[in-house]
């Protein structure tokens, strides 16, 4: 059974802080590892994609691979009240099927 | 500018009356997959169509069914809808099927059970 496992928070911080969220996989073959943001009530919408170890910046956001680790985590700069969603990891399964984690709700406070 | 679209939005159906969700793709994506939400859970794949081929995940309930009729269309049929039937429905689309293919959701449809 393949696994995705994340903190279901909420993880508070304050504006203009960093925001860190993390994720683990069980699934050492996995090659893919994807980060979707989902606000309340609504569908999650994909924001980083990371396959090689390391660090991917985009704007804000930094996704962060350890594949001998089996560890994925998501940075946020500059945290802003619109970032407060629920951060969902997913990894791929094969197939481009995607597993999910069951999210970590991020909450930042003005 | 909506690239995967679902409707209805919401969806509130009798306990046990067929009822069917539609998703369509402005993407023209070989790949299209239907995810169950429910409350504070990870979104589960019911199944996915890469192209024609069917693929069901072994524990989907023989209750939900679905078709392609065309690359662009997909649709999910719940037969029998129960009370444990409610949750996000949320219809996704990838380029294809390998590794690092990403996937685009479209808005969801909400469904109720009454």
């Known amino acids: 059974q393949k696994e995705v496992e994340q903190n279901s928070g909420p993880l508070s911080v304050p504006e203009g802080a960093i925001a860190s969220l993390n994720c683990t996989y069980s699934d050492r073959g996995s090659q893919s590892f994807f980060w979707y943001r989902q606000y309340s009530g609504k569908s999650p919408e994909l924001i980083m994609s990371?396959?090689?170890?390391g660090d991917k910046e985009d704007g804000r956001f930094t996704a962060q691979l350890n594949k001998a680790s089996q560890y994925v985590s998501l940075l946020i700069r500059d945290s802003q009240p619109s970032d407060s969603a629920t951060y969902l990891c997913?990894?791929?399964?094969?197939?481009?099927?995607?597993?999910f984690g069951k999210g970590t709700m991020l909450l930042v406070s003005p | 500018d909506a690239m995967v679209i679902q409707n209805p939005r919401y969806q509130v159906t009798q306990f046990g009356k067929p009822v069917t969700l539609s998703c369509s793709q402005t993407l023209n994506h070989n790949v299209m997959y239907w995810y169950q939400q429910k409350s504070s859970q990870a979104p589960k794949l019911l199944f996915h169509y890469y192209d024609k081929d069917f693929n069901n995940e072994a524990d989907t309930p023989d209750n939900f069914q679905s078709r392609r009729p065309n690359t662009s269309f997909c649709f999910l049929d719940i037969r029998s809808p129960g009370l444990g039937d409610a949750a996000m429905y949320l219809c996704a689309t990838s380029r294809s099927r390998g590794e690092g293919t990403e996937a685009f959701f479209g808005q969801g449809t909400r469904l109720t059970v009454v």
């Open positions: 990371i396959y090689s170890n």
């Open positions: 997913a990894v791929n399964s094969g197939y481009s099927t995607l597993t």
